[in-house]
């Protein structure tokens, strides 16, 4: 980050310093009136992200380079940024005048901040609304959250697995997205996969819903097993693997490259969650499950939820689209792609996808 003070006889004369020096994009981290040399002017403290230096050609790269990049996207990294991002947000949160925005738009941003809506996603809709009184708030969330509806015919590749902390409803998703599919497409080849260590209540769900619907069923307990599965992948159209909880600080990087999953290149891997952890948890959840084949994320139990920020924040944290919606118990009616307009009604109206409204 950036930051530069700008001294000026008044304010206008020092916001268009800030403007002409450091763009549209510059956060004001303070605004008040000194004294200097006895006259009174206004001093303004702004800040912006340092422009991202222009990727080299692979030819001129050096070794210092390659690290410097690798660094520069570290997770780790990116925390410790986002932290020094968070302080600043705090600093800023006074600066954000709501007043500079319209009567709409102020409004909307307010009912997002009451909805859990992070400060930096705050900030973020904040800059780009005051640039645009015409801007809506759907217009503006529109670049923020990105949605990929979970369908065989989607994008994703032939294996999908299902991952996210224990009870999240990895299994129901999984069972009723499986069944969605075979549903749609009936003479389609779909194996159901457990690799959940034969730990529980998942292996018997899976093996009773493959059964009863005409899928075929396998278990991955060892490395082998996942190999011998892939060499039977030419069989099958879709295959999705249930993944376990993961154990105390084991990582989900750890455990594909422990399972030969991690090398599979037709792998999707999507991660399960609620909207109702708390900051910390979801911090602590995208750093232990963060994985180059996670491609979307699948929210459930929103039936049990009362507000939705968390789908924003967790998009704009991560950049993961979107792919599916939970909202009951129950295997039937109780799962649907996900699409914008859903997210919308969920965020602004708490209405579920199946019509429900949560109180
Ligand atoms: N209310 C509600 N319950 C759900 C939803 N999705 C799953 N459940 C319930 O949550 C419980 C746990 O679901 P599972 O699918 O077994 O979760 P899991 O992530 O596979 O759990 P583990 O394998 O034990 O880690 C079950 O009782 C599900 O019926 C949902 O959208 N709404
Ligand atoms: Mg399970």
């Not at 260590?197 to 619907?213: C, F, N, Q």
């Not at 911090?283 to 929103?302: D, H, N, R």
């Not at 909202?327 to 708490?350: C, D, H, Q, V």
Request: charged letters at 25%; one cysteine or more; hydrophobic letters at 40%.
């Amino acid at each position: 980050m950036r930051m530069k003070t700008f001294r000026a006889a008044n304010s206008t004369a020092a916001f268009a310093q800030v403007k002409a020096d450091l763009g549209e994009d510059a956060v004001i981290l303070s605004n008040k009136t000194i004294t200097e040399n006895g006259a009174k002017c206004c001093e303004i403290v702004a800040a912006v992200e340092s422009t991202p230096v222009k990727k080299m050609a692979a030819t001129q790269q050096t070794r210092e380079t390659v690290i410097e990049d690798a660094l520069d996207s570290a997770v780790g990294w990116q925390r410790e940024w986002s932290q020094i991002k968070g302080q600043i947000m705090q600093l800023m949160k006074p600066q954000m005048d709501m007043n500079v925005l319209t009567p709409r738009q102020r409004l909307a941003m307010e009912y997002l901040e009451r909805e859990d809506v992070d400060g930096k996603v705050l900030a973020k809709l904040f800059c780009q609304l005051r640039d645009n009184e015409r801007l809506s708030i759907i217009s503006a969330l529109e670049s923020l959250i990105d949605v990929t509806p979970f369908k065989a015919t989607s994008q994703f590749p032939k294996i999908q697995a299902f991952a996210g902390p224990g009870g999240a409803g990895k299994t129901s998703s999984l069972v009723r997205l499986a069944l969605r599919e075979k549903k749609a497409m009936p003479d389609a080849r779909i194996c159901l996969a457990t690799a959940d260590g034969g730990r529980g209540k998942g292996r018997l769900v899976l093996k009773h819903y493959a059964e009863l619907s005409g899928l075929t069923f396998r278990e991955i307990i060892t490395k082998e097993d996942f190999e011998s599965l892939q060499n039977e992948a030419s069989q099958f159209d879709l295959i999705f693997i249930d993944l376990p909880g993961l154990p105390g600080q084991t990582t989900l990087e750890e455990w594909t490259t422990l399972y030969g999953l991690s090398g599979c290149d037709d792998l999707a891997i999507h991660l399960v969650l609620n909207p109702y952890y708390s900051t910390a948890q979801f911090e602590k959840f995208i750093e232990k499950y963060k994985s180059k084949q996670l491609a979307s994320v699948i929210w459930t139990k929103l039936d049990e939820a009362c507000t939705f920020g968390s789908i924003l924040n967790m998009a704009f944290t991560c950049g993961l689209p979107v792919s599916a919606l939970s909202y009951g118990p129950g295997l039937k009616n109780s799962i649907a792609p996900a699409t914008k307009e859903m997210i919308w009604r969920l965020l602004f109206m708490r209405k579920l996808p199946g019509g429900n409204i949560q109180p």
